[in-house]
C-alpha cells in the first residue's frame, strides 16, 4: 500500500512502515495529486479535508493525530465510504497541565493564589475532566459547564455559562469548534459575556480560536483581569492586535507533550491496522523515555509556580517574550515555531530530588499532579 503521511507527525515513520510505503511531506504540499494514489493518509490540524482533495483517490483511510476535527468535511468522506479517525483524548492531560502551568504563572505574577479561586471549566470532554481531577486534587473549587454532558452525566453538578462568567475568577474553555447544531461554539464567548463578567476574571483558550469573538474581545479587554490564549481565529495569520492584548500567549502547543504526541500517532496507527487487518509491530511504548528525569532542588521554592517552572519554564513558549526578527511575518513564525516545537515531559516524567527542602503541603500538592518525589 502507498502511505502519505504529514513529515511532523511524531514518529510517523517508524509507525506507518507496518502499512506499506510510506512517504513523509510536508503539511502545506498534501494535496489532490499528491494523495490520489495514495490508499491511505496521515495528517494534522494543517490539513484541510474536503471534497478537493479526496476526491477521485483511492484512498480507503485518514488518520489525523489531533483532538480536533474542524479541519474535516465528514459529508465528502462518508460519500466516498473513506473510514477516518482522530485521536480524541490523547493530550488531554497534556493541555491540563499547561493550563494551570499558565495560570500560576499568572498568579505569580499578579500576587493572586489559586486557592482563593474559583474555576469554571466549559466544556467536560477529556480535556475539561482531566483538568477538574487535577483541580480536586489540588483543593481547587470548580463549576462546570456542558449542555451535553449535563444530560448524561447525572452525579456531576453542571452550571449556566452564565453563572460561570459571573462567579468563576479563572474560566478555562475546552471545548470543540462547532457551527451548527442547539449548543455551536462559534464564538459562544462574545458581547453578553465580556459584558457581564467579572472584572476579576482570567480567561484561559486551548480549545480552538473562533470560540472567541475576538474583536468583540479586544473592545471589552478592560473588562476582564487576565488573557492567557494558546489559540486564535485564522492561524496562523493571528492577529497582532490580539497577540498584544494578551497577557500569555502560545502558538497552539498546549497539547505539545512527547506522550502526547507519541498517543496520537498510536491511536491513528491502530485504527489503521484494524481497518486494513494487519497486525501491528510498532510499540510506542519503546519511543517514550522510560526513566525519570531528576530535577534537583537548589533552595526553598516559595509558590507551586515557582516549583513547576523548574519542569516547564513556560515563557520559553509566550509568543510576546520571543524574537521573532528572523521570520517574514508573523504568521511564517508561529508556523515554525510550532513546526519546530520541542516537546516537552509531563508531570510524570519528573522526580524532584532534595525535597526535603519543601514544605508538606508543596510535597501534597505535587504528589497530587503525579509527580515524584524522593521521600
Partial sequence: MRIIADQNITFASEAFKDLGDVALVPSKEINAGLVKSADALFIRTATKVDKELVEGSRLKFIGSASVGTDHVDFQALRKLK?????AAGCSARAVAEFVLCNWFAFNHRHGLSHLNQLLGIVGFGHVGQELYRLAERLDIRC???????????????????????????VISLHVPLTKNGIHPTLRMIDEPFFQDCKSSLIIINTSRGGIINEQIMRKYRNRFLGLIIDVFENEPDISLTTLGIADIATPHIAGYSIQAKVSATSIVHQAACRLFKLKPSWRPQDSIRNQLIEVILQRKQNNIYEILSLIYPLYKDDLKQLDSSKQTSLADYFSAYRNNYVFRDEFSSFKMSNSKLLEKFQIAQLKALGIQLDC
Fill in 82 to 86: 473513506i473510514t477516518f479517525a482522530s
Fill in 143 to 169: 463549576l462546570i459547564h456542558d449542555p451535553f454532558k449535563e444530560v448524561k452525566i447525572k452525579n456531576q453538578r453542571f452550571y449556566p455559562l452564565e453563572t460561570l462568567r459571573r462567579e468563576a475568577d
